[in-house]
C-alpha cells in the first residue's frame, strides 16, 4: 500500500516512516524540511492521488511557540488550514484518512479521558488540534470521508525533539545543571514511548476497515508525575543535579489520566514500552 505521510522527516513521523517501510508499505514522505508545505495546496493535491491512503502527523506542536502572539496564528494557520486541506482532498479522491490528534484535547478532566466522553482544550494548541478532528468528522458527515483519529498521548523515546519535558531533564542532568520542574511537579503524563504510538499507527492502518470513523487514544495507561520523572532521571544518571522549582507554565495539564481499551480492543494495539524500559533506551541514546 503506498502511504502519504506527512510529517515524515519529524520525531514521531521518522518513527511511523520505519515502521510503515519495515512492514512492506510504499512512503511518500511530505515534510516541510523536504519543501513540502501542507498551505500549497496544489503540490499537495498530486501527491494525495498518488497515494492509497493519508497518515496526517504534521503539525505545530511546539507549545512555546503556539502561546507567542503571531506564532500561534501561524502554528493554527498550519493546524487547521493543513488539516482542511487533508480532508477535503481525501473525501475528493475517496482515500483513507488517518489523523494524528492528541490527548491535549481532554484538558484538565476530573475523571478517566475516553473517546466518547467530554473533551475540554486548555490552550491553542490543543484547540487547533481538535479543530482538525471536527473538520474531518464534517467532511465524513458530507462526503463519507473514511477516517481513523488517533489521540496521541505525550511521547517520548530516541530522536525526540529537544524543547520536550523529559529530553530537557535528561540534558539537565547529565550537564549538572539544575533539572527545573514546573510548579509543584505534581502534574501527570501518561508517557507514551514513540515506538509505540508508531506501532498505533500501524495498527488503524491494519485494523482500518473495521475500525473506521472512530477515535482512538494511543497511550500508556501508567500516569508520572514531572517530580517523579526528574527524580528516575536524576537517579539514572548518577547526576549530583539539584531538582529546583520554577513557575507553572501558562494553561499547564495537571492531570493526565487517560483510557486506551478502545485501541487494545478494535486496534488491536497494546504498548510495549512500560516508563521503566522506555527510560533505559532515552539513557542509551544520550550515552
Avoid at 113 to 142: C, H, M, Q, R, T
Amino acid at each position: 500500500m503506498t502511504i502519504l505521510l506527512t510529517g515524515s522527516e519529524g520525531f514521531i513521523g521518522s518513527r511511523v516512516k520505519q515502521t510503515l517501510l519495515y512492514n512492506g508499505h510504499h512512503v511518500l514522505p511530505f515534510d516541510l524540511v523536504l519543501g513540502n508545505n501542507l498551505l500549497n495546496f496544489n503540490v499537495l493535491e498530486e501527491m494525495v492521488k498518488k497515494s492509497d491512503a493519508v497518515m496526517h502527523i504534521a503539525a505545530q506542536a511546539n507549545l512555546y511557540q503556539m502561546e507567542n502572539f503571531e506564532g500561534g496564528k501561524e502554528g493554527t494557520d498550519f493546524n487547521v488550514q493543513g488539516t482542511h486541506n487533508i480532508a477535503f482532498l481525501c473525501a475528493k479522491y475517496k482515500k483513507k484518512l488517518i489523523y494524528a490528534s492528541t490527548v491535549c484535547v481532554y484538558g484538565n478532566l476530573k475523571n478517566k479521558a475516553k473517546e466518547d466522553g467530554p473533551v475540554n482544550p486548555s490552550d491553542l494548541y490543543a484547540y487547533s488540534k481538535y479543530a482538525g478532528e471536527v473538520i474531518i468528522k464534517g467532511y465524513s458527515a458530507n462526503f463519507n470521508l473514511e477516517y481513523i483519529i488517533l489521540r496521541f498521548a505525550t511521547t517520548y523515546g530516541p530522536g525526540m525533539r529537544k524543547v520536550l519535558g523529559t529530553h530537557i531533564f535528561f540534558d539537565q542532568a547529565i550537564k549538572g545543571n539544575d533539572i527545573t520542574v514546573h510548579g509543584d511537579g505534581k502534574q501527570t503524563r501518561t508517557l507514551t514511548h514513540v515506538d509505540d504510538v508508531a506501532l498505533g499507527c500501524l495498527c488503524a492502518l491494519n485494523n482500518f476497515d473495521k475500525a473506521s470513523n472512530n477515535v482512538f487514544n494511543i497511550t500508556q495507561s501508567e500516569r508520572i508525575s514531572a517530580i517523579k520523572m526528574a527524580k528516575d532521571i536524576k537517579k539514572i544518571t548518577k547526576s549530583k543535579s539539584k531538582i529546583v522549582h520554577v513557575p507553572q507554565r501558562q494553561n499547564q495539564t495537571f492531570k493526565e489520566n487517560i483510557c486506551n481499551n478502545k485501541a487494545r480492543k478494535l486496534l488491536k494495539w497494546k504498548p510495549i514500552y512500560n516508563w521503566k524500559k522506555g527510560l533505559l533506551s532515552m539513557y542509551e541514546m544520550f550515552k
